[in-house]
């Protein structure tokens, strides 16, 4: 199991990231608008945005992201988009209302 792996798979049911709370706080309920969780690891707060009405496209460079998401998530979500691959290898990111990127630039890898 890799180093990421390991840790993403424990942190499915801790509570959501302070700064990830106050993002949220500040911009309001997602009404459908579109968030970006930038190495988002389990999920946790790409959960919270979908609880939170958000769209949301989590991105993270981990083969297994898709199943631990869905796992932290509850199954598959018609608001989720969960896309796998490197930072290095994104040219774009879609129109976004809030970018989060929790613990996951300052500690990149490359892939
Ligand atoms: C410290 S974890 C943070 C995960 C989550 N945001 C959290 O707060 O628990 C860093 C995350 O960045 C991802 N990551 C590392 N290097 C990456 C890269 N080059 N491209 C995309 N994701 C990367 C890892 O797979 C891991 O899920």
Redesign the pocket.
Known sequence: M?H??L??SR?ST?PI?ELCRQAMALTGPGAGRTAV??????G??TAALLAAGWRVVA????PG?QLRISRTVGGTHERLRVRV?????LSELPPADLIY????LP?????
């Open positions: 890799s990421w792996a840790y993403n942190q801790r990231r969780d930038l190495g988002c690891g389990a946790r707060e991105h993270d460079s981990e992201t691959c490197g930072f290095e290898d990127a929790g613990y996951s500690h990149q890898s490359s892939t």
